[in-house]
């Protein structure tokens, strides 16, 4: 899917002047109206998933008792098919910020979903019991609601071993369609050894955040990996606008649980 980003904003040189004066004039700039949500143009028409994203900082001395912990809970959860939601992948750091565990859940219904998972996991009382326990593991903790993409692959299991990186960019409000466009076109030179994910932008939580989850056999796979990209014409292209786009960039280098769909 590619989107029309060919909006105009009309300069101050095309804006007759009147009685109000000259200073007026040059803040009458027109700026066309969207006719959608950056949602609705963006995300999965034919899904109605929605994603969500946990980091996890854990006490040092408490990692191990953590993961075992959240592997216990999670098959549990999968077992019982009656809650509408299901682990993606769940990741300690190896690279980037330590003591870090990320999980990443698909509610397969949208916001319903999540709201049905929600209110029966308020009634489980071993799940009430485990967040009781995981609290006293962790520093602290934040999450973020997600959609994918239209244009990226579905995240599905995975055998391994991989490695998996997550590169996080936190852009300039109000240039989620712009990168859209670009990466709608650049995501073919990055499939070639499978190891496009997911991609997804928030919707709760940070604003303007985009997600890419990548995975590798291994760090000297990723960077041979890369650098062939370099070699494919518009690649260059795609980086070359895309940079502007950027406040913020993260790379996370995350090892699959045990548990993990993902391997």
Not at 23 to 37: E, G, N
Not at 62 to 82: F, P
Not at 125 to 148: D, G, H, P, V, W
Request: proline share 4%; net charge neutral.
């Amino acid at each position: 899917i590619l989107l029309d980003f060919s909006h105009e904003i009309t300069s101050s040189s095309d804006i007759p002047i009147t009685d109000e004066g000259w200073l007026s004039s040059m803040f009458a700039h027109k700026v066309d109206a969207r006719k959608d949500a950056h949602s609705n143009l963006l995300s999965k028409k034919e899904t109605s998933n929605l994603y969500k994203i946990q980091f996890h900082n854990v006490k040092p001395e408490c990692m191990e008792a953590y993961n075992k912990m959240s592997d216990e809970v999670q098959k549990e959860l999968h077992r019982d098919a009656s809650y509408p939601c299901e682990v993606i992948g769940s990741w300690n750091n190896w690279y980037g910020e330590q003591d870090q565990a990320v999980h990443l859940w698909r509610y397969s219904g949208g916001y319903p979903a999540l709201t049905e998972c929600l209110r029966k996991l308020n009634r489980n009382t071993a799940y009430l019991a485990f967040r009781k326990e995981r609290s006293k593991m962790l520093i602290s903790r934040r999450n973020q609601l997600l959609l994918e993409f239209s244009f990226w692959n579905e995240p599905a299991s995975r055998s391994g071993p991989n490695i998996y990186e997550l590169r996080t960019y936190q852009l300039v409000p109000g240039t989620m369609i712009e990168w859209g466009n670009h990466w709608a076109r650049a995501i073919k030179y990055r499939q070639e050894n499978n190891e496009a994910v997911g991609g997804f932008f928030t919707q709760i939580g940070e604003l303007y955040v985009v997600h890419h989850l990548w995975a590798y056999k291994d760090l000297q796979s990723r960077e041979e990996t890369r650098n062939a990209a370099w070699l494919k014409e518009g690649w260059d292209a795609n980086v070359h606008y895309t940079m502007p786009l950027i406040q913020k960039m993260e790379s996370r280098i995350m090892i699959p649980m045990e548990h993990s769909p993902l391997q």
